[in-house]
């Protein structure tokens, strides 16, 4: 023990000032000792006699403290502002500086902060020049001196809001303790009653553990918080250490909890933080680090996906500030829950352990543009991490790592590590360059040496920028010199920049960078090669951000200069200063022409005042720029993260937040030692993003920048979240003015409605909006964008029903139920058309709630369009189709008798209910009626299936209905041909080798066969030109006729035994006629035959198992035949015509099949049943004009039309004689015999089958209904539409 010195009073505070230790005592006196003990005759200094005043510029003598009893309670010493900042036991707080080098009460002069009168403690940051004052409150007052008054100024608060933590915010008691992290870069507060709470330097909360899981049990009830005593942070603020749980205020809490939370032991908590906090320059780039205190956590993702890194970047990267992790006691396994820390998500890359055992803990890191490597720095040297090869790279000779202290931190460019370091060896500062690829030792470096200590490095484009501790600003150029077989970096001066005038101290200096921003847009329209030049330095000075611009007055602007070095050194004007309360600032580089408002912006973030944006105006179509607009505008916004990396182009902000995992549950509540655990949950750290650019837009349309703010948007349209940027926009300032108790002078929702305008996406921006807001507020968002009505219509000329939906919803609610009704029949109408039928469902369960009166449940809007079926009826496939008949004079046990469709349960179900009278289902059903009529006046049977399929319409009956009218075919040609196309059922051909078979010259052959594929080509409808190319082709078309009778045939033959035509027995082709195989693939798309197979048939012909004449068949087979889908619906179709007995549509479909089987059916209907002469007149004369069209253009025909010629023959010879058109009627039949499993095998075989078998199922059904259209006595004593089709 060196000496005691006796103060003869209780010593209230200590702190160091240098050479000398500073004693505050309870009597009022302040004692300034040597280390060496010695107070060197200096007096003690009486607080009543140092004179205090609210600024230093008012009279030389302040007032006096004026009391006796007046003394320190708290203070702490502050550099870079040369003064104390403390805490009255009073309550007051000021400052107290010396007015020249001597410290003497003479000398000292004392400022007030005059609105704090509940001071309770104090804590000093060095590098902001900030002083924050607890209060009794549960505040902290953070204040800062003015420069130019010496005026104490209120910088910030740092207090707990009622909205987020409304049962406490009030209640937490006078703040304890305030502590700074070792890098300044957070504070951690703690109050009386307990609990911790994190904040960044200007006021955004990171932390609070009196709300969510940390002040919560699983089951809700509430924890004792934990009261802390004492605190300090560790080494580089990795861990902050905490003696807890002195004392209880509460004394009501539990007494096992209080037992445990009372009991004095150390915590440790651990944390870990943005490489930005200690290595500003990684915010030049959007990669995310963090650091803890053994490993980092990386955004990136795997290295491969790190080989794209913009698309990796645009989705789920985030960086982290520090941010809470898990703690452990003594007696926890630190590292083990270190180690679940962050995996979450995070990329974590262990630190090589034997880099950590010499040179723990890590101080700065460092990654690449690419993701792909990163640098990390320690006590001394340093080493560097593959994410592609997983390996780390360490000094082989640890001496040379040993002899190198890392300062001004470190950057990556291209494939080299920058970085400023003290030479232990040669006590030299250096700013040295390592090759990645290379192996790490000095031998491989570039070593320049600097003459004074490097404190901030940078890297942009091709510059390394460095700031020194003499207040110089260094630019050198960098460039790769290749040497032989080794690469180098070689590094020049360009330029030296003096700052000492303005910066009092370099350690306020928080990080400096070169960027391309400048105030002077003008110049980057004429000289666009200059845009990407370091045009501007950006020093952020104790939170002022100083903006140092070129000086381009000169002659210098004129000079058409080539050498890129001399443009680089025009010198620097006076700095300017652009924000205040800068934490970070975020420029790029990067070039972009279509996004260049985001691109040459500065982003800042600004603690508690959330974030501005420094934005370029440019004028449009390059006119000149109005003189009185400025260049840039300064645009402040809220975000509801803490970012810590901006994605320029997606406009995305990217940040960490701390979550909570609770894990209360694993422990008994009477353990004592784990009971302290379950007080804090488990902590990870999620990473998280944020939109800005509705934030940005508002701003300046509230700016009357209209033009710009349209510009801007515009250049981010493509972004997949702009429909949501719109309506996050609209939806906010809605809620604000909408809600509003005053009146709003100038509004801004009719400038956003108006912006918004001018998107495509207006209409669903406007609907999702009202859709996501409560209805009260709908007139006044209505009033600004127009009404519903006129927004409905124009959907509905935009075609986009969807979104017509949701407009018929807010009509619904705004409207009387007749608008509503108009409206819906509109938009049901149009879905009708267009085939959405999900939409359409909901629009006849809307139509049926309005009348029914059920308005108050609308229907929900469809979000997503179910598939569209109007490629295939796939519903009938399991589907049974019966028929089931009833009179009126069957007794009431009977099935009853229904006019419509009984639906399957299910979404399209319930379409109809009994009360079919009802007006309402009657006005639907008009409309449906409507609808199928003129789908079958424009012969789109698809359709017409489609919508009967999925909308459950009763086809049958309405057919009989309209036999005579709308379901009667007016053009035979036209309904054959409409029926090909939409079926993508093929014309039939000739096969060429018939046509070619007189001539045995393979010359002709090929010729003709040639020739038949151009025509082929050329025409979809196969005209004569065929006949042309083979000369000599006999004219006759009966002996074609027999040949394509004969492969028609060839399946059906075995049901169809009696119907079999002679021509089946007619010669096939003659054997060794190859082209044929090529020529008829060749015109069907549906074959499988590959050109190259066509050399090995003609070669190896007589190998092959099949006989020409069968591989002929085949191949015509495939020529002649539609996709299995179409076969599948024609016979659906047929089947539902046959019930009907429209007999003209099936003939059509018929013909198209090919199948003499159907038409032999359907004309042994028409001479046994009595059938409506004037049908039987349409088919006649319809066949007739087939017959004509098939003569010209489409020969194919002819074969199978020459088939059917003796039935129809047999047809006309009938004497023609009226029929009453009610004397065809479907057969009584009982509903046993409607489901015999007949109709069940025939339907489900046509569905299921290959193409052969479904004929075969087919033909077994036609024969079925016609069995079941014979004659029967009670035939008479039915009307129309008296049965029903039930689809089940």
């Known amino acids: 023990m060196k000496k005691v010195l006796d103060l003869q009073a209780p010593i209230i505070s200590l702190q160091s000032m240098l050479e000398d230790l500073l004693v505050a005592t309870s009597d009022g006196l302040l004692h300034l000792i040597h280390w060496e003990g010695m107070t060197n005759g200096r007096k003690a200094i009486n607080l009543c006699t140092v004179p205090f005043s609210v600024d230093l510029q008012s009279s030389r003598a302040g007032s006096f403290l004026g009391f006796e009893d007046v003394h320190i309670k708290d203070m702490e010493y502050c550099a870079t502002l040369d003064g104390f900042a403390v805490v009255f036991n009073d309550g007051r707080v000021g400052f107290i500086t010396p007015m020249s080098s001597r410290f ?34 549960g505040s902290v007052q953070v204040y800062t001196i003015d420069n130019a008054t010496g005026a104490m100024q209120l910088s910030h608060k740092l207090e707990l809001t009622p909205k987020q933590y409304p049962d406490i915010w009030n209640k937490t008691g006078a703040v304890k303790l305030i502590k700074w992290s070792p890098d300044n870069s957070v504070v951690m507060v703690t109050w009386e009653y307990g609990g911790l709470s994190l904040w960044s330097v200007f006021g955004a909360q990171l932390i609070c553990t009196l709300g969510g899981d940390f002040a919560y049990r699983s089951d809700g009830t509430k924890k004792e918080p934990l009261k802390i005593s004492s605190m300090s942070w560790g080494a580089e603020g990795y861990h902050l250490w905490v003696i807890s749980g002195f004392g209880s205020q509460n004394a009501d809490v539990e007494s096992d909890i209080k037992n445990t939370a009372n009991q004095p032991g150390i915590l440790q908590f651990q944390f870990i933080k943005s490489a930005l906090t200690v290595n500003p320059c990684m915010s030049n780039q959007e990669q995310v680090l963090l650091q803890g205190e053994d490993r980092l956590y990386l955004n990136c993702g795997d290295a491969s996906q790190a080989q794209n890194p913009r698309n990796s970047s645009a989705h789920s990267e985030h960086k982290s500030i520090r941010e809470k992790s898990p703690f452990s006691d003594g007696s926890l396994d630190s590292q083990g829950l270190s180690t679940l820390l962050g995996h979450r998500h995070w990329h974590v890359v262990q630190i090589s352990s034997t880099y950590l055992e010499s040179n723990w803990p890590i101080r700065f890191s460092a990654i690449d543009k690419l993701g792909q490597n990163v640098a990390v720095v320690g006590k001394f040297g340093f080493a560097h991490y593959s994410l592609l090869t997983k390996k780390w790279k360490l000094f082989g000779n640890i001496t040379q790592e040993q002899n190198m202290i890392v300062t001004g931190g470190l950057a990556w460019w291209n494939d080299f590590i920058v970085l400023a370091c003290y030479n232990l060896n040669d ?86 960078t070169l960027t391309s921003v400048r105030t002077e847009t003008g110049i980057t329209l004429k000289m666009p090669h200059q845009a990407c030049d ?63 408002h985001l691109l040459e912006a500065l982003w800042l973030s600004c603690g508690g005042a959330g974030m501005k944006v420094w934005l370029p105006l440019f004028p449009r179509d390059h006119r000149k720029p109005h003189s009185f607009l400025s260049r840039r505008i300064m645009l402040p916004f809220h975000i509801n993260i803490y970012p810590l990396a901006v994605l320029f182009e997606d406009a995305l902000v990217l940040g960490a937040v701390n979550d909570t995992l ?192 059920e308005s108050e449940t609308p229907p929900p809007t469809p979000t997503t369009q179910e598939p569209s079926s109007s490629g295939g009826f796939e519903f009938f496939r399991n589907r049974s189709i019966s028929l089931s008949q009833s009179t009126e004079t069957l007794p009431a046990s009977k099935l009853n008798l229904q006019k419509t469709l009984s639906m399957p349960s299910g979404p399209s179900g319930k379409r109809w209910s009994k009360d079919s009278d009802s007006a309402e289902n009657m006005y639907i059903d008009m409309m449906l009626w409507r609808h199928a009529r003129r789908l079958l006046e424009e012969v789109r049977l698809k359709d017409l299936g489609c919508f009967a399929a999925q909308l459950g319409f009763e086809l049958i009956g309405w057919l009989c209905k309209e036999r005579t009218r709308a379901a009667r075919v007016e053009d035979f040609v036209i309904a054959l041909k409409r029926l090909h196309k939409d079926f993508l059922w093929p014309f039939p051909v000739i096969p060429i080798a018939s046509i070619s078979s007189p001539f045995k010259n393979g010359k002709y052959r090929i010729g003709g066969g040639e020739q038949l594929l151009k025509s082929q080509s050329a025409d979809p409808f196969l005209n004569l030109e065929t006949d042309i190319g083979v000369p000599g082709a006999p004219r006759s078309q009966s002996w074609l006729g027999n040949i394509g009778s004969a492969h028609q045939e ?79 619906q024609l016979r659906y179709l047929l089947h539902i015509f046959m019930e009907a007995g429209c007999l003209d549509w099936c003939i059509v479909i018929g013909l198209i099949l090919r199948e003499p089987s159907i038409i032999n059916q359907v004309f042994g209907l028409m001479q046994s049943s009595e059938v409506d002469g004037e049908m039987l007149q349409n088919i006649k004369t319809g066949l007739h004009a087939i017959d004509r069209w098939a003569s010209t253009d489409c020969p194919g025909y002819k074969p199978f039309l020459n088939i059917i010629k003796p039935q129809f ?23 046993e015999q409607a489901a015999s499993p007949r109709a069940e095998d025939s339907r489900n075989s046509a569905c299921h089958s290959s193409s052969p078998s479904g004929e075969t199922g087919s033909s077994s059904t036609a024969s079925w209904t016609e069995g079941t259209m014979a004659g029967s006595p009670e035939e008479e004593s039915f009307q129309d539409g008296t049965y029903d089709c039930t689809v089940s």
């Open 104 to 137: 003497t009460a003479e000398q000292l002069r004392g400022v007030w902060a005059q609105d704090v009168v509940d001071g309770t403690c104090v804590a000093v940051n060095n590098k902001y020049r900030l002083m924050a004052f607890g209060c009794v409150s």
């Open 427 to 512: 006590h030299q500062e250096e700013l040295r360059v390592y090759l990645r690829t290379s192996n790490l030792d000095n031998a491989f470096a570039h070593v320049t040496k600097v003459q004074a200590e490097t404190l901030l490095l940078s890297v942009f484009r091709d510059m390394v920028i460095l700031f020194r501790a003499d207040c110089s600003i260094c630019l050198y150029s960098i460039e790769r010199k290749t040497d032989g077989l080794n690469t180098t970096a070689s590094i020049q001066v360009l330029q030296e920049v003096s700052m000492s005038r303005y910066i009092p101290h370099p350690f306020l200096v928080v990080s400096v």
């Open 534 to 596: 370091a045009e501007s330095i950006m020093l952020n000075l104790a939170g002022q951000l100083i903006m140092m611009q070129r000086d381009r007055s000169g002659p210098q602007i004129r000079e058409k200069d080539n050498s890129p070095n001399q443009r680089k050194l025009l010198p620097f004007c006076p700095p300017v200063v652009l924000a205040q309360s800068v934490e970070n600032v975020w420029t790029t580089c990067r070039a972009n022409k279509q996004k260049r």
């Open 662 to 853: 609770l894990y209360d549950c694993l422990y008994t509540r009477g353990n004592a030692k784990e009971q302290l655990e379950v007080l804090f949950p488990f902590c990870v750290v999620e990473r998280t993003s944020q939109i800005y650019l509705h934030h940005i837009l508002r701003q300046l349309l509230v700016r009357n920048l209209g033009e710009q703010a349209l510009l801007l948007a515009q250049s981010c349209a493509a972004l997949p979240y702009f429909p949501h940027v719109l309506e996050l926009m609209l939806h906010e300032v809605l809620e604000e003015e909408a809600t509003s108790r005053e009146p709003i002078p100038d509004p801004l929702l009719p400038t956003v409605a108006k912006f918004i305008t001018e998107f495509p996406l207006f209409l669903q921006t406007v609907v999702h909006c009202a859709r996501k807001t409560e209805y009260a507020l709908w007139n006044y968002l209505f009033a600004a964008v127009g009404n519903p009505k006129d927004l409905f219509e124009e959907c509905l000329m935009a075609q986009d029903l969807d979104t017509a939906a949701s407009y018929l919803i807010i009509l619904q609610n705004m409207e009387v139920p007749t608008v509503s009704r108009q409206h819906a029949t509109l938009l049901f109408s149009t879905a009708l058309e267009q085939g959405k039928w999900d939409l359409c469902r909901h629009m006849i369960r809307f139509l049926k709630a309005i009348g029914s009166g």
């Open 1050 to 1128: 060839i399946d059906t033959a075995s049901s169809h035994g009696p119907q079999t035509q002679d021509a089946f027995l007619s010669p096939l082709l003659n054997k060794g006629d190859e082209c044929s195989i090529g020529s008829a693939t060749d015109l069907t798309e549906t074959s499988s035959i590959v050109d190259g197979d066509w050399m090995m048939v003609d070669e190896n012909f007589s190998t092959l198992s099949l006989t020409q004449s069968e591989l002929e068949h085949i191949s015509m087979e495939l020529a002649s035949k539609g996709p299995h889908k179409s076969q599948v």
């Open 1209 to 1231: 023959q047999r047809l006309s010879d009938i004497t023609e004689e009226q029929i009453q058109p009610e004397a065809f009627q479907p057969v009584n039949k009982t509903p």
